[in-house]
């Protein structure tokens, strides 16, 4: 069995196959955007969010949440069924008091049509959520941690990554395992048996509310890509 990863740049699009692997598997990186340039940046493209703007600095990728909007997304130009995303989020002093204790900054997978497993950390409440949401619009939390150590508050930098890797043998064949970092320090693994339901295959970062997020910002930077290693 192989798995195919396709990973789409500006001026050039190359697929990877790699040998089936466990879901617990080693990575290897084949995509890094530090956001140190204009041109890293453009590589990123919006996914979701009405109004949104975007912008950047010498370091980092700037979102701004405009208003009567709960989220901005944007994708990485790799897309993939079996993917780790790891990113470092900010969630900014500028963010209005009102909405600093309701925003997150997140990463997702297997993102398409509203569906996607996603990692929520939201900084002030020091809460993690490990969701999973479907195209009809209904979210299931995979997993929920409060007063988490790891979390950073306004204005440091928060660690994320995930990973969703179909298990390719054993009893759990054909199960997704997906695994939660912040910081290093694991907050999720579990295991999801009807992955099936997630077609899409972008992946990506955002910063939002459950509500209104009118005026959170938040920078992105040191954005990561990895797949099952075949070796």
Do not use: W
């Not at 530090?34 to 996914?47: H, N, P």
């Not at 370091?59 to 989220?71: D, L, M, P």
């Amino acid at each position: 069995m192989r798995r195919q990863i396709t990973v789409l740049f500006v001026a050039a699009t190359a697929a990877v196959s790699i040998l089936a692997a466990s879901a617990g598997a080693a990575t290897i990186g084949i995509y890094r955007n530090g956001m140190e340039t204009a041109t890293q940046r453009a590589r990123v493209v919006k996914l979701s969010g009405e109004r949104c703007r975007r912008g950047g600095s010498s370091h980092a990728f700037r979102i701004v949440v405009g208003k009567r909007t709960k989220e901005c997304a944007y994708r990485t130009p790799v897309v993939g069924r079996d993917l780790e995303i790891a990113a470092t989020e900010r969630l900014l002093r500028g963010t209005p008091k009102d909405v600093r204790r309701r925003a997150f900054v997140a990463v997702s997978l297997r993102s398409g049509g509203g569906a996607r497993y996603q990692l929520a950390v939201y900084p002030v409440q020091r809460k993690v959520q490990l969701r999973k949401s479907r195209t009809d619009g209904r979210v299931k939390y995979l997993r929920i941690e409060k007063k988490v150590s790891s979390v950073k508050g306004i204005d440091r930098a928060n660690e994320l990554r995930l990973r969703a890797f179909n298990v390719t043998s054993g009893p759990e064949k054909g199960k997704c395992r997906i695994r939660a970092f912040v910081g290093g320090k694991l907050v999720a693994d579990v295991t999801d048996a009807a992955a099936g339901e997630l077609k899409g295959r972008a992946s990506g970062f955002s910063v939002g509310s459950a509500k209104n997020a009118k005026g959170a910002v938040a920078s992105v930077d040191d954005v990561m890509i990895r797949v099952p290693s075949p070796f």
